[in-house]
DNA sequence: CACTGATTTAAACAAGTGTTTTAATCGGTT
DNA sequence: AACCGATTAAAACACTTGTTTAAATCAGTG
């Protein structure tokens, strides 16, 4: 049990963050749930924001990366938005992934700590970059990086939609209608049928 | 001075609450803002919640209210869809907007309380429901409601990313890049022009 | 002016927080 | 077995928080 502790502690510490965020999550708690003294926290990390970059870290170093070497690029364009848009939305959405690795990765984009930094150059960057990547090949060759950036946040903003305002989506059309929504093969064919038309329509006005 | 006081901490705990939440707003903020004494609140309003809800409820109270028989549902529906656009990108993004209440009321949306519900029912509600009419005018006239509801997302969330998620955005792109993305002129002709496609394209297939 | 109820004030309270201290315990080494 | 550094444990500390108390002040009325 040497640094067997240092493992629970940090493995507890994800998962109460992601439930209650950094302010809300308590010492006691995360070592209650590590069996471990309060103690232990100041004693392998220092102090609570240093266990919490340290879970953060953890998050995104576990969660799979982006390896564009694998990534089917000789696939048609729209086809690779598709199967973004299906990753990006089985990872947010799919209830049935157990670890909290992603829920405090979604909660550090909504929530921006001194983490955040480290999050986008080793995890949504990557991920941004290849969905623009994508766009560009479905967009005028001319177009300004600038104007590829707005379709980009079109994208990725109709999928962190669902994720981030579920509560109100849930009183504004009824919890079991919303919950009928949350089907990723349906919203990834709503999502990419939806951009696809948009990103044609922006390649024809250029001709 | 009679209910002065009380005026002055609905004020300054809209502020401070619109600024850092619930939980993080301590009372003694929010008299030291209002020049009150701490012993106040209690006083005027039993508890730290009550103030909350009675600030949220300021807030939508305030707000413009969606007045149907002053929208102008003659014209065309793309231009309506323009229209509503540009409304809830300045209600969402203008920095120039001074008091709390659009802030206050986005905070609510992503971290919703007991204050939701009536908020939901106030504000939300009716301008999602505003949406949707305008939607279903440009949608194929058989579609369900559920797909209806699909299309209302895929708009807002790609104004929401803007709102909850910019200082992501600004790692991502870099500060001076973001910023110049601002532009609500630029945001309302981009989302509306990238729509307008999507919808048209659903109108076609469903020929 | 004197009385009364509403309001304000300063101080204290009780609970919870992150952190530190100090002593006990463990595991390996000589 | 005795020692030693690393680790754990219980308790205390210092501070912040929402809330309450009890006295002081104010505003209106007879």
């Known amino acids: 049990m040497t640094d067997e502790t240092r493992e629970r502690i940090v493995d ?10 950094f302010q809300q999550a308590t010492i006691r708690e995360i070592c209650g749930l590590a069996e471990a003294n309060v103690a232990a926290v100041n004693y392998h ?8 970059v340290e ?11 982006v390896d564009r070497s694998e990534w ?6 729209d086809e690779q938005l598709r199967l973004f848009l299906e990753k990006m ?12 690795h992603t829920a405090l990765i979604m909660r550090e984009m ?8 480290e999050l986008v150059r080793g995890y ?3 991920r941004f970059e290849l969905l623009c990547e994508i766009l560009r090949a479905l967009l005028p060759q001319d177009m300004p990086g600038r104007d590829v950036t707005l379709h980009a946040f079109s994208v990725i903003g109709q999928c962190l939609v669902y994720r981030f305002h579920r509560p109100v989506g ?15 093969e349906r919203l990834t064919r709503h999502i990419s049928n939806f951009c696809l038309a948009g990103l044609a329509a922006a390649r024809e006005e250029a001709l």
């Open 72 to 77: 089917p690029s000789d696939l048609p364009a």
């Open 124 to 126: 949504i960057g990557p």
């Open 45 to 52: 990390f220092g102090d609570k924001e240093t266990l919490y």
């Open 55 to 65: 879970a953060v870290k953890r998050a995104h170093c576990e969660s799979v990366p």
């Open 170 to 184: 849930r009183l504004l059309i009824g919890e079991d209608e919303f919950e009928a929504l949350f089907d990723v």
């Open 110 to 117: 909504a929530h921006p700590t001194s983490a955040c930094e």
């Open 12 to 21: 507890a510490a994800g998962e109460v963050f992601s439930q209650k965020g």
């Open 89 to 100: 939305l089985t990872d947010m959405l799919d209830r049935e992934t157990p670890g909290w």
